[in-house]
């Protein structure tokens, strides 16, 4: 069992930068890959970033590709993955969410899911 808690988000003005965390519980985290995936009203939820387990393997979003950067800490105090957002744009305002997961896709089929946080983009 693993649960994932999102912090990080809020409200920033267009070209600004935020970090989204995702802090894992459980001590099996190193074994999943983790994934970011958003939603905006109206819209389904879909995929921004993916890691494998190892951190050794990164997948973006074409919309996102050259902005945001997918990294994880697998130390046992750790246990965090990260989603670094640069140049933003007020089409990145979602709610952001993290999940694990037996493999990295691009699908929403990931075994475990945070709560999600809010982020906003200002014109």
């Known amino acids: 069992q693993v649960q994932l808690v999102e912090s990080g988000g809020g409200l920033v003005q267009a070209g600004g930068s935020v970090r989204l965390s995702c802090a894992a519980s459980?001590?099996?985290?190193?074994?999943?890959?983790m994934g970011w995936f958003r939603q905006a009203p109206g819209k389904e939820r879909e995929f921004v970033a993916g890691i494998s387990w190892s951190g050794g393997s990164t997948d973006y979003a074409d919309s996102v590709k050259g902005r945001f950067t997918i990294s994880r800490d697998n130390a046992k105090n750790t246990n965090t993955v990260y989603l670094q957002m640069n140049n933003l744009k007020p089409e990145d305002t979602a709610v952001y969410y993290c999940a694990a997961g037996s493999r990295a896709t691009r699908y929403p089929i990931y075994d475990y899911w945070g709560q999600g946080t809010q982020v906003t983009v200002s014109s």
């Open positions: 459980g001590r099996t985290f190193g074994s999943y890959a």
